[in-house]
Structure formats: C-alpha cells, structure tokens
C-alpha cells in the first residue's frame, strides 16, 4: 500500500507558524496562494483573508505556482521550484515565497499526523501488507511523519511524475499496489495502481481516478479489505455451491425424476442458499 502523505496521513490542515521575516510577505504571497487548492496554499489565504489574485498565474502540479507582477517573476512552491531556497531544519511542511531575485521567503507550518493513523498502519502491517509513504514534500517532514506512524520505506520530494514511475516500478516487480492519496499531484498515480483510494475530502480528480471513496479516518481502510476479502471469498463459495447444485440437480432433472413443483422450489431454494452465503458475515454478526 502506497500512502500520499498531506491530506492523506495528515489533517491536511496545515497551520502556519508567523515569524517577523514571512509576516511581512503574507499578503504577496497571498496574492499567489489565492489561486490554488493546495492545503498549504489555502493555509496561508486563512489568515490573510480575502483579497486580489494576481494576474495570470499559473500552477504546476507538485512544484508550485508563479505569476508576473511589475515585470518580475514571483514564485510560491517547493524548495526546487523558487530556487536557491536554503536547507531548514524544520520537520514540518515549507513553503517558499520568492519575488525576482529576492531572497527566498520561507513560510512554515505544522501539519499533526491523523488520530488514527499510527493504529491504520499497524492494523495493515499486521495483515502482512507492506506500506511505503510516497509524497512530494520536504525530506524531514516526510521523515519525522514516517518514524511517527511506524513506515520504514518513504520518499519524499517526488513529483507527479516520479510519484507515476514508482508505481510502474512496483507494478513491473509484480506487485498489486493500492495507492491511498487525494491531491491534484496524486492523480497520475491513483490512475495507475492496481487499486486505488481517497478519503472523502479529496479533489474531485483524484475521487475520479480512484476505485473508491472512503470516509472517516484512516480505519476505513483497513476494513474496506476486510470487506473486500469477505465479499472474494463469499464470491468464490457462491460459485462453488452453485455448480454442485447443478451437477447434483441437472442429471436428476434429465432423468425426470423431479416434479416441476419440486424443481421451482429447489431453485428458490439455490437463489436463497448463494444470497444467505453472501450476507453471513453480516448475520454472523462479523465486525466488517
């Protein structure tokens, strides 16, 4: 199982941590952010409120968002994206403002793993699944997050490109991969997984990429497998009981040895026997 991380891992609710220095450029930058969806973009539109966009600016997926004002190029991204943005030691996300040839401006946030998402993973490890977080953002953060939630195998500063090639990568090693993620730069890779989720509050282009939609917190994935293997397994008994019926009542059908009332209610009751089997996890009162 492949895990996107912010939105996905996280509250997908970042909150930005002010100091004097990015104070400053909050509205600037603001004027960028505006026209984004990114959890850390409308972070930052949080707390400078309404207000213009700036002109003509244009996104690009995993890196960042940029417009010309007064003749210069403003930036508002990832490290990578504004350029000759300095190594912090924060263990949470960053985003980089950056106006010309100014500077680069770091905004800073904290982003708190989901309630129940150290449990969602130890739940998946446990029913021998490997699990890999595979997200576009800054190596400490993706760290720190992973070390919290017990993952050992993460990447971090991936692009919606290189997010697409690991899937390849997993799918061409003969994995069945299930990939878990809800933003704009997941999209390509939900697209190409075996299977593939997104929570409910995730953008409408990875819900449409995605097999299904679960709600809640990350608990709904360990028992949406659940549940998938009951209705596999239901599915394969069903089969099962309905060609030993056949091979058990169509030779004595053959041989006119069942009257047409006897043959309506052994039908019914082949209907009955495969729909009971399929909801016995439900009457057995099995916590799917």
């Known amino acids: 199982i492949v895990f996107d991380k912010t939105g996905t891992l996280t509250l997908g609710s970042p909150k930005w941590l002010p100091d004097p220095t990015s104070s400053r450029y909050l509205a600037d930058a603001a004027c960028l952010a505006r026209a984004s969806r990114h959890p850390l973009s409308a972070a930052l539109v949080e ?65 708190a793993p989901q309630a129940a998402a150290c449990e969602a993973i130890d739940a998946l490890q446990q029913c021998g699944l490997s699990i890999e977080i595979l997200s576009g953002d800054r190596r400490s953060a993706v760290e720190t997050l992973a070390h919290k939630v017990g993952v050992s195998h993460w990447t971090a ?11 390849e990568a997993l799918k061409a090693d003969g994995k069945r991969v299930l990939m878990v993620g809800d933003g704009l730069n997941d999209a390509a ?12 509050g995730a953008m409408d282009i990875s819900q449409s990429a995605s097999d299904a939609v679960y709600t809640g917190d990350l608990s709904a994935i360990p028992r949406t ?64």
């Open 47 to 111: 707390v400078a409120g309404a207000g213009p966009v700036a002109a003509g600016t244009e996104e690009t997926a995993g890196r960042g968002l940029c417009a010309t004002i007064d003749g210069e190029v403003h930036k508002l991204g990832s490290a990578a994206w504004v350029e000759d943005a300095p190594d912090l030691k924060h263990s949470g996300p960053v985003l980089w403002y950056r106006a010309g040839t100014a500077e680069p401006i770091a905004f800073r946030f904290e982003d």
């Open 157 to 167: 500063c991936a692009t919606p490109q290189q997010k697409a090639a690991r899937l």
């Open 189 to 200: 890779a939900l697209s190409l997984a075996h299977a593939a989720l997104s929570p409910g």
């Open 225 to 288: 497998l659940r549940i998938a293997r009951h209705a596999r397994r239901a599915m394969v008994e069903n089969f099962g009981l309905a060609a030993l019926y056949n091979v058990i009542a169509v030779p004595i059908a053959i041989t006119g040895h069942v009257t047409p009332l006897i043959a309506a209610i052994a039908m019914s009751a082949s209907s009955l026997i495969v729909t009971l089997n399929a909801l016995r996890p439900r009457l057995g009162g099995d916590p799917i």
